[in-house]
C-alpha cells in the first residue's frame, strides 16, 4: 500500500478548478488500491467545498497544515488548538499589520477580520462568512490564523516574529499570499506521519508533493517531490520536480 500525499492550492489545483488530467490521474492511483491523502493549509469549511465544486475523493485529508486530520468518510480523527489566551495576544500583534485580512478557525468553521479594506485580497476576498468573530471565538478554541498579506518580505518578518515571541506556543509558516500560523508541533509532516501510522504504511511507501513552504516538512522528511512553479528554495528540497500531480502520477505507476 502506498501513499501519495498532495498539497492542495498551486500543486493539485493551480488553475480555478482542478484539471482533468489531475482528477482522472488520481482516479487511476486510487483504482490500484493506493490512497490520496490531501495535505493542505485550508480549513475543513474551506476544503469541503473544494471537493464538491471539482468532485474528487481523499482517503484522508489532513487541513490546518497537520493541525486537523479526517478520514475519507469526513469522520474526524484529530483537532490540535492554541492556546487560547496566546492566539488572543496573536490577533492583538496581527491588529497592527499591514495586511489585508485575517482569518481564525476553530478546526472547521472560520471567520475573516478585514484590516485594510484598500489592499487587495488574493485570499480570501470572496470567503462567505458563516460565523461571527465573537460567536467562533466564544467557543474559547482556535486551531488556525491565517494571515491575507502582499509582501513577502512581511510576510518572512511575520514568520520569524511569531516563531519567535510565541515559541513553544505556536508555528508560523509562509505560505502564497499568506502566512499560516498552527499550535507549535503542528506540520505537514506531522500530519502525515499520524496518518501514515494509522492505516499502517510504510515510510518508505509515502510520496509527498508539494509546493511552497509549507510543505517543506513534509517533503523533506519523507524524501519527497515538488511542481514546477516552486521557489527554487523548495526545489532544492525535493528529490524531483514534477510538471503537475499527474506527471508524478503517471511515474509512480510506471515504477510499480
Known amino acids: 500500500m502506498k501513499i501519495l500525499a498532495s498539497d492542495y492550492d498551486g500543486t493539485y489545483r493551480y488553475e480555478p478548478k482542478v484539471t482533468k488530467e489531475d482528477l482522472d490521474a488520481v482516479k487511476r492511483w486510487q483504482k490500484e488500491g493506493t490512497l490520496f491523502v490531501m495535505v493542505t493549509g485550508r480549513s475543513m469549511e474551506s476544503f469541503t467545498k473544494e471537493i464538491e465544486v471539482n468532485g474528487f475523493h481523499c482517503d484522508y485529508i489532513i487541513a490546518n497544515n497537520g493541525g486537523v486530520i479526517y478520514d475519507g468518510d469526513m469522520n474526524q ?54 460565523m461571527g ?49 498552527v499550535p507549535s508541533g503542528i506540520s505537514k509532516a506531522g500530519g502525515l506521519e499520524f496518518v501514515m501510522q494509522y492505516a499502517g504504511i510504510k515510510e518508505s511507501e509515502v510520496y509527498p508533493i ?11 522528511a519523507f524524501n519527497g ?3 514546477e512553479a516552486a521557489p527554487q528554495e523548495i526545489k532544492d528540497s525535493s528529490s524531483h520536480v514534477y510538471l503537475s500531480v499527474s506527471d508524478c502520477i503517471n511515474d509512480l505507476l510506471k515504477q510499480k
Not at 84 to 110: K, M
Not at 210 to 220: C, K, R, T
Open 77 to 130: 480523527m484529530k483537532v490540535s488548538y492554541m492556546d487560547f489566551e496566546q492566539a488572543l495576544l496573536l490577533i492583538d500583534y496581527i491588529r497592527t499589520l499591514p495586511c489585508a485580512s485575517y482569518v481564525i478557525n476553530d478546526g472547521y468553521h472560520r471567520h475573516r477580520v478585514v484590516i485594510d479594506e484598500n489592499q487587495e485580497d488574493h485570499k480570501y476576498a470572496d470567503m462567505p462568512q458563516t
Open 133 to 181: 468573530e465573537q460567536e467562533l471565538l466564544a467557543n474559547g478554541k482556535i486551531a488556525q490564523i491565517v494571515i491575507s498579506l502582499n509582501d513577502d518580505d512581511l510576510a518572512q518578518e511575520i514568520v520569524r516574529f511569531v516563531n519567535q515571541q510565541f515559541n513553544g506556543h505556536m508555528q508560523a509558516y509562509a505560505n502564497r499570499n499568506c502566512v499560516d500560523i
Open 210 to 220: 508539494g509546493d511552497s513552504y509549507n510543505d517543506l516538512p513534509m517533503i523533506e
Open 225 to 227: 517531490f515538488c511542481v
